[in-house]
């Protein structure tokens, strides 16, 4: 006899992201305790809450880099002791996500998210009376074990809350992690550099907050954990062999290696691109700097959506291999058109990556938080290094030569073409 399904299993029963419409949901009244409606605004509330949570996060996390000349100036470090904190701090905060989502996958822990962030908070107070070199070490460890805790689970949960709207869901929980990133260092500068170390600690605060909303989280997750079994149980495979599924990974670890190293030629060098290039005064860099952020943040919320409706492999078609003849354009364009041309490379190669996180979950189903963890933790790892080995090139022959190079990098986006198409293998099932 088959057994009738709760709301939130229905929602969460569809194959590749589209939720079971053929099943009518049950009346408000006959869900189960703790269960969520069929009404998306819990949904919504939950999806929320781990976008500001991770607003909250890489806010905290993004405000390390910013004091990097306060703590150079204080512990008389060398440059290569400051690449120290950063290996740490990526060591613990991109090396560990994929282990973490792993574990997991195969052993649900609802409230490892607020315990993983209560490391963040002692890393902070850490960081604010660290006395020497170690310590700051220790303080910058601590701070990337809380980040690599955060983004498998909290991903897991924003998949879990997203109703079978995949893309939607991720797009909402990254434009939270791209806001706090820009805020961390606008923070640093206005609170920690006019007051020294010791005002590290009034970011604890932020850590405080994230605590309180991810315990809620975490108690709604736990409710939903037989929702999300179920759902384990009943998903169906997309037919692919193991190779096939490898190599769509690899292609996909490749794209997002071609779409984060461009962008750290942005993030990292855009202001002095447009001072060395066209002699702008450094506020007005800045500005343009801000555009093009604003720019990916739009990119980041809408191309989730866009996926859900036309498909994952359309999105990134146009988002990488789509977005090559704006960069190659850009070395050679005059100020007003440099401006225009930074807004659509921000706003159409940004909305890739929740496209690629949902469309890798979907190539592993059931391994939601190494899938997610793996990433992530690739994101940062290629924007940390790209952005290095960048300056490097830039030291030896010139930043615009610089952008000249990295131009090329969106074509690499024509390997989308061995990708599958999951909504073919999906209406063939």
């Not at 809380?146 to 998949?159: D, I, K, L, M």
């Not at 492999?313 to 364009?333: C, D, E, N, Q, R």
């Not at 924007?383 to 690499?412: E, Q, R």
Request: aromatic fraction near 10%.
């Amino acid at each position: 006899m088959p057994i009738q399904q709760t709301a939130p299993e229905r929602a969460l029963a569809g194959h590749n992201g589209a939720p079971d419409t053929a099943a009518a949901p049950l009346p408000p009244a006959t869900a189960a305790p703790g269960q969520l409606p069929h009404q998306t605004g819990t949904v919504l509330s939950m999806i929320g809450a781990v976008s500001v949570s991770h607003l909250l996060n890489d806010l905290i996390q993004s405000t390390l880099p910013a004091i990097y000349p306060m703590l150079k100036s204080q512990f008389a470090l060398s440059f290569g002791q400051v690449g120290m904190i950063t290996a740490m701090f990526q060591l613990t905060a991109s090396l560990l996500q994929p282990w973490v989502g792993l574990y997991t996958d195969r052993h649900p822990k609802p409230y490892l998210l607020p315990i993983g962030t209560i490391a963040t908070l002692v890393g902070l107070l850490a960081l604010s009376i660290a006395p020497s070199f170690p310590m700051l070490l220790a303080a910058a460890a601590l701070i990337g074990i809380g980040s690599s805790t955060f983004h498998p689970e909290a991903s897991r949960v924003a998949r879990l809350a997203s109703g079978g709207r995949y893309g939607l869901a991720q797009s909402l929980f990254q434009v939270g992690g791209n806001a706090g990133s820009a805020l961390g260092p606008a923070l640093a500068a206005a609170i920690i550099m006019p007051r020294g170390q010791g005002s590290i600690a009034w970011f604890a605060v932020f850590a405080v907050i994230a605590i309180a909303i991810l315990t809620r989280v975490s108690r709604w997750y736990q409710n939903h954990l037989q929702a999300l079994q179920a759902k384990k149980a009943r998903s169906a495979g997309h037919g692919l062999t193991r190779r096939q599924v490898a190599a769509a990974l690899i292609v996909l670890g490749v794209l997002v290696f071609s779409k984060y190293f461009y962008m750290a030629s942005l993030t990292s060098y855009y202001t002095f691109y447009l001072i060395s290039r066209f002699g702008l005064s450094v506020q007005s860099a800045q500005l343009h700097l801000f555009l093009f952020l604003a720019a990916v943040a739009v990119g980041t919320l809408v191309g989730g959506p866009i996926g859900d409706r036309i498909g994952r492999k359309y999105v990134i078609w146009v988002s990488i291999l789509g977005v090559a003849p704006f960069t190659l354009a850009l070395p050679y364009a005059n100020l007003f058109w440099t401006g225009v041309l930074s807004v659509v490379i921000g706003l159409v190669l940004a909305s890739a990556f929740s496209a690629i996180v949902v469309f890798a979950q979907e190539l592993v189903p059931g391994r939601v938080g190494m899938v997610a963890g793996v990433f992530f933790g690739l994101m940062f790892g290629i924007s940390g290094i790209g952005a290095a080995l960048l300056g490097h090139l830039a030291d030896t022959t010139s930043i615009a030569f610089v952008y000249k190079v990295c131009s090329f990098l969106p074509l690499i986006g024509v390997l989308t073409v061995l990708l599958p198409n999951m909504e073919k293998l999906s209406k063939g099932r």
